[in-house]
Nanobody, 120 residues
Framework: QVQLVESGGGLVQAGGSLRLSCAAS????????MAWYRQAPGRQRELVAT???????NYADSVKGRFTISRDNAKNTVYLQMNSLKPEDTAVYYC??????????????WGPGTQVTVSA
């Protein structure tokens, strides 16, 4: 079994910073791409950033230049550094991982989410 657990969310003023972490644990053979998504009240879940096993990154236009995704493969952890936060960044942030549990089986796993609230 594989679990993803996010941490680092909280309340911050506009212009501030937060660093989210997501640690994967369990029967992990290897991890392919990892990603952060977010979902604001009344809105659909949206992709924020992705990082491949080769550390290629991609960002939503709304966060480019403000957010940075990174990963520590030794710790099976992905991070999201969020700077210059805006009230519209308020959402529940979810971690997502494409994880190999063997040489032939890979599944997508989700964390339970962490709340980020940015006050004006």
């Amino acid at each position: 079994q594989v679990q993803l657990v996010e941490s680092g969310g909280g309340l911050v003023q506009a212009g501030g910073s937060l660093r989210l972490s997501c640690a994967a644990s369990g029967d992990i053979f290897s991890i392919n791409a990892m990603a952060w998504y977010r979902q604001a009240p009344g809105r659909q879940r949206e992709l924020v950033a992705t990082i491949t096993s080769g550390v290629r990154t991609n960002y939503a236009d709304s966060v480019k230049g403000r957010f940075t995704i990174s990963r520590d493969n030794a710790k099976n952890t992905v991070y999201l550094q969020m700077n210059s936060l805006k009230p519209e960044d308020t959402a529940v942030y979810y971690c997502n991982g494409d994880i190999n549990i063997s040489t032939r089986r890979a599944y997508i796993y989700w964390g339970p989410g962490t709340q980020v609230t940015v006050s004006a």
